[in-house]
């Protein structure tokens, strides 16, 4: 069973991604490359994802580790706030489109095994 303190930073890392697909339902790549204020909504939830997932990795190693791909999460967290000069909007709406649908998924398994609140 995943305690109470890891399952909020999951949370945290679930409804970060669940506003992201909100934010990006209906829209096309070029939307996302066209609107600042999209863009910046999107990379602030990744930003959200990144950070309780870092915290995750540090305080709850156990659980991390079942997180496919969880430095990479980090990272792209890390290239959003250290070389935000580099974001590249196409890379961006990619990861919304094909990775974010697997890290869900990832996340609502762990919950479920969480400690209720």
Known sequence: MINARAAKLLWDAQEAARSIVEFTAGRQE?????SKLLRSAVERQF???GVALAVLRRQ???VAARMPDLA??????????HEY???RTDA??????VDL??????LNQLLA???PP
């Open 30 to 34: 070029a939307d996302y490359a066209a």
């Open 47 to 49: 930003e959200i994802i």
């Open 60 to 62: 709850f190693p156990d």
């Open 72 to 81: 990479k999460i980090i990272g792209f967290r890390n290239i959003l706030v």
């Open 85 to 87: 000069e580099e974001i």
């Open 92 to 97: 961006v709406w990619r990861t919304v489109q």
């Open 101 to 106: 649908p697997a890290l869900l998924t990832v």
């Open 113 to 115: 095994e969480a400690e």
